[in-house]
């Protein structure tokens, strides 16, 4: 399994001079399974940049969303598969969200917002609202495992083991909202425990409360004690504010080794970095997943 990171910023982008270490394009994330397919999270702009590089391929598209908001989306009519000639695109829904967010991902490709229209894609895109977990099993043979995540409108958090390999996906997510949570803090313990890679948002600081209580998103002191609480392996923090520069994300950094440090936690700690990547290894004999940090040129 190799994670790849195309868009990191959380709410909208945020290109310029002060982005240019971290990027500044929002959510996704390529995952290249263990057979060598795809799985694409999240379609916000860093999408872009995936699709020049899967369109070399012919293989299907597997994209899996969190949910309709448009830093999650707004990349996809700039995605370049869903322009090739009967290219298998498989857009995969929690059956919670259905059709509605479907509709918001296809509906900006209606001829104003967008010039082409989907009907006039040469793609097939094809739409997956049920069984989710069980189509992905059948198709790449990986076990998908969802939670409902603390966002306004909803959402859904994945956790995908690909032959002992494990990697969740929980952004948007706000650990304790002022409202009763949809999913409580220790059933994000149970959830995560013992993850390989917890990619997670990590997009407010203490400072930016009281005013954001209640936006959906985690701070990163929280998200700090939830990855010691479920002996996560390597935590990358996700979905950075639009207006965190590069120099406040490596004050971050140094503050996270320093907390885990003091913790004796075995988790390692990284920002989420356009062009980085994560490759996993299949444990032998039960032995632990290899864990290596990389960077691509995107």
């Not at 290219?87 to 917002?113: N, P, W």
């Not at 793609?123 to 998908?144: C, D, H, M, P, T």
């Not at 950075?240 to 907390?259: A, G, T, V």
Request: net charge negative; hydrophobic share 35%; aromatic share 8%.
């Amino acid at each position: 399994m190799i994670i790849t990171f195309y868009g990191v910023r959380g709410s909208t982008a945020a290109p310029g001079p002060q982005t240019v270490k971290y990027g500044g394009n929002t959510s996704c994330v390529h995952i290249e399974l263990d057979s060598g397919n795809d799985l694409i999270l999240d379609a916000g702009t860093g999408i872009r940049m995936l699709g020049h590089r899967l369109a070399k391929k012919s293989t299907p598209a597997n994209l899996l969303l969190s949910h309709g908001h448009w830093d999650h989306i707004q990349g996809y009519p700039f995605f370049e598969p869903i322009y090739q000639p009967d290219r298998d695109i498989h857009v995969y829904i929690s059956v919670d969200a259905g059709r509605k967010l479907l509709s918001t991902l296809l509906s900006q490709m209606d001829g104003t917002h967008f010039p082409v229209r989907v009907e006039d894609l040469p793609s097939n895109n094809i739409a997956k609202f049920k069984g989710i977990e069980s189509e992905l099993y059948e198709r790449e043979g990986i076990q998908v495992v969802k939670q409902a995540l603390n966002h306004p409108g909803g959402g859904t958090a994945y956790r995908i083991n690909d032959n002992g390999m494990t990697c969740a996906y929980v952004t948007d997510n706000e650990l304790f909202p002022p409202e009763a949570p949809v999913t409580g803090y220790d059933q994000w313990v149970n959830y995560l425990h013992g993850v390989d890679v917890l990619i997670h948002d990590a997009q407010y600081t203490d400072n930016d409360m009281p005013h954001k209580h209640g936006w959906g998103h985690t701070l990163i002191s929280q998200l700090r004690q939830l990855a010691t609480d479920a002996e996560v392996g390597t935590l990358v923090m996700f979905h950075h504010d639009p207006d965190r520069s590069d120099s406040e994300l490596d004050e971050i950094q140094i503050e996270n080794e320093k907390y885990l440090k003091s913790r004796r936690a075995p988790t390692r700690s990284l920002c989420a970095a356009e062009g980085m990547t994560i490759t996993l290894e299949k444990p032998v004999l039960g032995g632990e997943t290899r864990v290596t940090i990389g960077q691509l040129s995107i």
